[in-house]
């Protein structure tokens, strides 16, 4: 039986044969082929890159006792360098700790002998405005404001007017005692200044027991003499109960 002659399946045949190959334009394939080389040599350089050792660290100095300034960390101590930091750390704890100490002592000492109102500094100043306003004392020493004061002397005149002889004690009562002696001297003349102070349990602040000034020549003048004869207690039936 002959078979049937169909156009349309004898072109769908041919087709193929009749299309020409493509070509691309002369600056395309450049490109292309560009940066097919230019992919490849990325990848080798990767390649090299990934294949590199790690540079090294730079070296460092030694960690020592009086060169250590603590940009180092800690984990990249050796166990001899932390023991060096330690020990370093350990004697500025202690140098701090020696000037907080000095410090305290040193204001403790300013407060309690100068600046505290019942310091030994405080003491000979009330003294000796006491005794420029006395009238007896300028007959005797010349005028208030020319009378100086100063304590024990020494054979250096920087430590002249510093050193006041005291005494201090605390009787069987519980009455503290506190003395000192200082010098006076002025246009006219010089004196001795002797001070006793009394500090009973019941009191706050120390009252003047004896405050006296003996100049050469002329008789011992008692500035709290009239004080302390305010302060004596009345006679009942001949005797004094308080």
Not at 58 to 77: E, F, M, N
Request: net charge positive.
């Amino acid at each position: 039986m002959t078979a049937l002659y169909k156009p349309s399946e004898a072109i769908a045949v041919l087709r193929p044969s009749f299309i020409l190959p493509r070509i691309q334009p002369h600056a395309s394939r450049s490109t292309s082929l560009g940066r097919k080389a230019l992919s490849t040599t990325c990848h080798v350089q990767a390649t090299h890159s990934s294949t590199t050792s790690p540079t090294p660290h730079p070296h460092r100095k030694s960690i020592t006792l009086t060169g250590d300034t603590g940009q180092v960390r800690w984990s990249d101590l050796s166990p001899a360098e932390k023991a060096v930091r330690t020990t370093q750390q350990s004697v500025n704890l202690v140098v701090v700790l020696v000037g907080i100490i000095a410090t305290g002592g040193v204001g403790y000492f300013l407060f309690s002998d100068v600046f505290s109102p019942s310091s030994k500094t405080a003491h000979f100043n009330r003294a000796t405005t006491r005794i420029r306003q006395d009238a007896r004392c300028q007959a005797l020493l010349g005028p208030g404001p020319k009378i100086s004061a100063h304590g024990e002397g020494s054979w250096s005149r920087w430590a002249r007017n510093r050193f006041i002889s005291s005494t201090e004690e605390t009787d069987k009562w519980g009455t503290e005692h506190f003395r000192f002696r200082f010098y006076v001297e002025g246009p006219l003349g010089q004196g001795v200044v002797h001070v006793h102070l009394i500090k009973k349990p019941s009191q706050s602040e120390f009252e003047y027991e004896t405050l006296a000034v003996d100049v050469k020549g002329h008789q011992r003048i008692d500035l709290v003499a009239e004080e302390k004869k305010d302060k004596v207690a009345p006679k009942i039936f001949g005797a004094r109960w308080w």
